[in-house]
């Protein structure tokens, strides 16, 4: 709530990401106590979905936009929004970085602040090693941008060792 609250302070909008609804009716709830929320879900309709993200669009009161990384993670474009925190880590490198553009496109003219929420010693931290263990993974293997010399714990996990 305090990264929240920092935001709207400042007079900027956010977008809060999860993979689960269950987390996010938790958030909204809360959220929605103190600002004007919207929410934007694969269990809402198709006209639901809409109408909350044209009101988070077009309405200056309207300061959050919570919804699922499935369901508001691509296709869209909220560049009302320079803000985007992760209540817990998308699954795969690639579907972070499509949520986070949905904030950052080429029509931005304001930088994107990215927060990714983690409590040490859960799931969520182990989910986020994985995660960033692919990613460096994928950049060696698909665009050679890592040097197995430098990073030899790459190379270990690599040979299945780590």
Known sequence: ???VDEIIERGEKVVIFSNWVGALKS????ISKKYKTACFTG???????????????????????????????????????????????????SDKVQAEDRCHRISATVPVNIYTLLSKGTID??????????????????DGKLDLRKNPEL???????K
């Not at 958030?27 to 809360?30: A, S």
């Not at 190379?155 to 060792?161: P, S």
């Open 27 to 30: 958030v909204y709830k809360f």
């Open 155 to 161: 190379f270990e996990k690599l040979l299945g060792r």
């Open 43 to 93: 269990t809402m309709s198709e006209e639901e979905r809409q109408k909350h993200k044209r009101v988070f669009i077009n309405n200056p009161n309207y300061k959050v936009l919570v919804g699922t990384i499935g369901a508001l993670g691509v296709n869209h474009t909220l560049t009302v929004a320079n803000n985007v925190i992760f209540l817990d880590e998308p699954w795969t490198p």
């Open 125 to 142: 931290e182990t989910v986020h090693k994985i995660v960033y263990g692919k990613q460096d993974i994928s950049n060696f293997i698909v």
């Open 1 to 3: 709530m305090e990264i």
